[in-house]
Antibody, heavy 118, light 111 residues
């Protein structure tokens, strides 16, 4: 069974940094691109970032370039999202997802809440 | 990149059909056949129901169908059921360097 489990969220102060983790199981992790998607409270889904199977290529939404860094550890079946200089508008539920169907996301984690507030 | 445009809400009675539009530009939806659709229930993770414009993943009922005309993709739910009440989002590939953007989302209400 495919499982994606996010961790590392919580309440953080503006300006701080955070690293989210997503532990994958039930599939051959290094065969798939992995993604992060965010949903702010009461708002829609926003695609954040993706990383290639071997970690050699990453892409970001324009508004995420600079403060967001995606990475992966294939030995630990884990994908990460580092967010620096956190702002209130970064608040939301962050989902990791697998790019298992052509140009789409076939499995998602349950999401992890990040709240940026003083 | 701006979000793709969806109607905020659509509604229908059980058994009816509803169609949700997703409008982009000739650089994204109009250029690529790389539109997917997601169903999102409150408090749960999104679920893919259509990929590459009109393909259904295994296990998705054939009541869900997708299509595209020009710069607009559409999701049709036929034979609407109470369990279809959810938020629906389109997503399109837009470029190799900033690959994806979601639509603004549509709330489907079953009357």
């Amino acid at each position: 069974e495919v499982q994606l489990v996010e961790s590392g969220g919580g309440l953080v102060q503006p300006g701080e940094s955070l690293r989210l983790s997503c532990a994958a199981s039930g599939f051959s992790f290094d065969d798939y691109w992995m993604h992060w998607v965010r949903q702010a409270p009461g708002k829609g889904l926003v695609w954040v970032s993706e990383i290639k199977t071997d970690g050699t290529k990453t892409n970001y939404a324009d508004s995420m370039k600079g403060r967001f860094t995606i990475s992966r550890d294939n030995a630990k079946n884990t994908v990460f999202l580092q967010i620096n200089s956190l702002r209130a508008e970064d608040t939301g539920v962050y989902y990791c997802a697998r790019g298992g169907l052509p140009f789409s996301l076939d499995y998602w984690g349950q999401g992890i809440l990040v709240t940026v507030s003083s | 990149q701006s979000a793709l445009t969806q109607p905020p809400s659509v509604s229908g009675s059980p058994g009816q059909s509803v169609t949700i539009s997703c409008t982009g530009t000739n650089s994204d939806i109009g250029y690529y056949n790389r539109v997917s659709w997601y169903q999102k229930l409150p408090g749960t993770a999104p679920k893919v129901i259509i990929f590459e414009v009109s393909n259904r993943p295994s296990g998705v009922p054939d009541r869900f169908s997708g299509s595209k005309s020009g710069n607009t993709a559409s999701l049709t739910i036929s034979g609407l059921q109470a369990e279809d009440e959810a938020d629906y989002y389109c997503m399109s590939f837009i470029s190799p360097t900033t690959p994806y953007v979601f639509g603004t989302g549509t709330k489907v209400t079953v009357l």
